[in-house]
């Protein structure tokens, strides 16, 4: 990752993993920074809720996901998740993902935040989130 971003990031761990609804249609999960400062996310999967809390208790192979798909995949490429990046593309959560492979990396731009993040727990990697969406989070309270 390139020095002069880190500035606009934050480290977050998955702290909650829940869902919205008696049903289990809609996921949430709280995103939490080193320095205690929280941010909810919703509006997604609940199938993708069930992932990360399965991810999380360390569960990888019980249900044959996409994740699991990809984590074979990359397994027999050699090619490795570094960190996740989340940040806001006009009112949705995106996310870019960072790869290396070998002696290079790659970056995969505008994915969906709840499946990165389910992918970043399923690999135990970095999640970095832009430090404005908690300032505005703090500014909407």
Known sequence: ?????????????????????????????????????????????????????RFQKGDRISVPSIYKMIAEIADIQ???????????????????LYFRHRNNSFVLKNYRASDSIALATYYDVPIKMKK?????????V
Do not use: C, H, W
């Open 78 to 96: 050699s090619i490795f998740l570094t960190e996740v990046e989340v940040y806001e593309r006009g009112n949705v959560l995106r996310a870019d």
């Open 132 to 140: 404005a969406l908690f300032d505005k989070l703090a500014s909407q």
């Open 1 to 53: 990752m390139r020095e002069d971003k880190n500035n606009e990031y934050v480290y977050v761990k998955v702290t909650k993993v829940g869902f919205a609804d008696p049903e289990g249609a809609q996921g949430i999960l709280v995103l939490t920074a080193d320095d205690g400062r929280s941010f909810p996310m919703s509006a997604f999967s609940g199938e993708v809720a069930d992932y990360i809390a």
